[in-house]
């Protein structure tokens, strides 16, 4: 167990809804990373956040957003949902804000549009 | 931006033999190589880490290895048990591009008892 909690585990919804998924980091980190992973496309980092604030920005549709609430848990928001948004997404935490940092991954949110 | 090409995308062995998987990455600024391990159902785990001043670290079967000019790394099990059983992801951290971990594609192991 990472310490990284996750909700939900599962989620199915259909083409053009708007989903949040949850994360709580391990105690004491103050950074979020949110993670696609689909099945052609690997490991897709898409944002970090640190102590609340934006990070770094990978390659995020601009139909997704995340924030990082004052008492750390980070929420990916996820809107007009398309067939090809189907994959895992991971939350991990770390202590610090550079990449270098250990991460601490969740067990993950399964997302199927259909 | 980086790139991390990943191989093989799966590899067999008998449980007893080695395992390497191979990465080459495409910045030369790249410093921090990360390998994660992910089994069915979990999130990736960390399982070892070389920073770009090194150029091997080992931890019990586990080696990886790193050649900065060729712009590899290498991970290395040995004696594989079937627990080994998982799929790989090794990543590079540059610190130019936008502090983020580049992933490979990953390589499903698979550890025949």
């Known amino acids: 167990d990472s310490g990284v909690t996750q909700t939900p585990k599962h989620l199915i919804t259909a083409t053009g809804q708007r989903v949040t998924l949850r994360c709580s980091p391990r105690?004491?980190?103050?950074?979020v990373y949110w993670y696609q992973q689909s099945l052609d496309q690997g490991l897709q980092f898409l944002i970090q956040y640190y102590n609340g604030e934006e990070r770094a920005k990978g390659n995020i549709l601009e139909r997704f957003s995340a924030q990082q609430f004052p008492d750390l848990h980070s929420e990916l928001n996820l809107s007009s949902l398309e067939l090809g948004d189907s994959a895992l997404y991971f939350c991990a935490s770390s202590v610090g804000f550079a990449g270098y940092n250990e991460q601490f991954f969740g067990p993950g949110t399964r997302l199927t549009v259909l | 931006g980086e790139n991390v090409e990943q191989h093989p995308s799966t590899l067999s062995v008998q449980e007893g033999d080695s395992a390497v998987i191979k990465c080459t990455y495409s910045d030369s600024a790249s410093n921090y190589f990360p390998w994660y391990k992910q089994e069915l159902g979990k999130g990736p785990q960390l399982i070892i880490d070389?920073?770009?001043?090194?150029g091997e670290k080992k931890d019990q079967r586990i080696a990886v290895t790193l050649n900065k000019t060729a712009k590899h790394f290498s991970l290395h099990i040995t004696e594989t048990q079937p627990e080994d059983s998982a799929v790989y992801f090794c990543?590079?951290?540059?610190?130019?591009?936008?502090?983020?971990?580049?992933f490979g594609g990953g390589t499903r192991l698979m550890v025949k008892p």
């Open positions: 070389i920073r770009s001043n090194v």
């Open positions: 990543a590079a951290f540059n610190n130019n591009a936008g502090n983020m971990l580049t």
């Open positions: 105690s004491g980190d103050l950074s």
